[in-house]
């Protein structure tokens, strides 16, 4: 990242402070002298690392049929991949194959729209969680958050967080956002309780990028994780944003092929 990148990136996470201060409870990544992260991949990252150890194997599809389901399990089990990310409905059969491995099941909640009340929200998480879930992938209310409502994108993310007791990733779905917005909700999540910020559903006009991978890094500090999701498809890619700052990727599957398309 260039040193004038860099303060472009800054610049703008000054600007979303600004106009969260006082919208949204006080939280230390609202200080004006909070450090921006550093853009660098992960602990233990090296150029022929295989990215699946970063990877949420990924599967939300709605036709998905259990044995496919369990397809996905097993190749995440067998890769270490990091984790499987499926919808509510079968995360109890995800749980239940991944025992004894390091891989954990993920559910999301309030997918892909991100538009359902706070109280459904907190009880979907909670079902997930009481299901199998070891973390919880929530959409926020982007909506919300574009017409700045800042305090209801909080309070969204703060219920899920609540109601879960294990880490929380805040979907933004970046590609409907400007810059502006980008820093804006990765902050609210951070305040929120949020473990990680993630840009994308992959059910949106676009996936994630290396420019927001970078601006979510640098306003969330190095405390919080950051998780590129959306289109991610050859180990290229998932290389180019784990160096830009992700420390989770998001993918149906890692082509070893570095030409693979993005598909978006």
């Not at 699946?52 to 097993?74: F, G, V, Y």
């Not at 420019?211 to 998932?238: D, N, W």
Request: net charge neutral.
């Amino acid at each position: 990242m260039t040193s004038a990148l860099l303060a472009e990136l800054d610049a703008i996470v000054a600007a979303a402070r600004d106009g969260l201060r006082g919208r949204v409870p006080d939280h230390p990544r609202l200080a004006a002298d909070a450090p921006g992260g550093i853009i660098e991949p992960p602990p233990g990252w090296k150029a022929e690392a295989d990215p699946m150890l970063w990877t949420d194997l990924t599967l939300l599809k709605p036709e998905a049929t259990p044995a496919e389901i369990d397809q996905l399990a097993d190749r995440a089990r067998a890769a270490h991949a990091a984790a499987v990310c499926v919808n509510a409905g079968v995360v109890d059969r995800v749980a239940a194959r991944l025992i004894g491995s390091t891989t954990r099941p993920i559910s999301v909640v309030g997918f892909p729209l991100g538009a359902g009340r706070r109280e459904s929200l907190a009880a979907e998480t909670r079902d997930a969680v009481a299901a199998g879930a070891r973390e919880i992938d929530m959409v926020i209310a982007v909506g919300r958050l574009r017409g700045g409502d800042h305090r209801y994108v909080f309070d969204h993310v703060a219920a899920c967080v609540a109601a879960a007791g294990v880490p929380v990733k805040a979907i933004l779905e970046t590609c409907y956002l400007a810059d502006l917005e980008i820093a804006q909700a990765s902050l609210i999540a951070a305040a929120a309780g949020a473990a990680f910020v993630k840009t994308s559903t992959g059910f949106g006009s676009a996936g994630a990028t290396e420019r927001h991978v970078a601006l979510m890094r640098r306003t969330v500090g190095p405390e919080i994780g950051v998780k590129a999701s959306g289109g991610i498809r050859s180990r290229a890619q998932a290389h180019a944003m784990l160096r830009a700052g992700a420390n989770r990727i998001g993918a149906s599957r890692i082509d070893a092929d570095p030409s693979a398309t993005r598909g978006y």
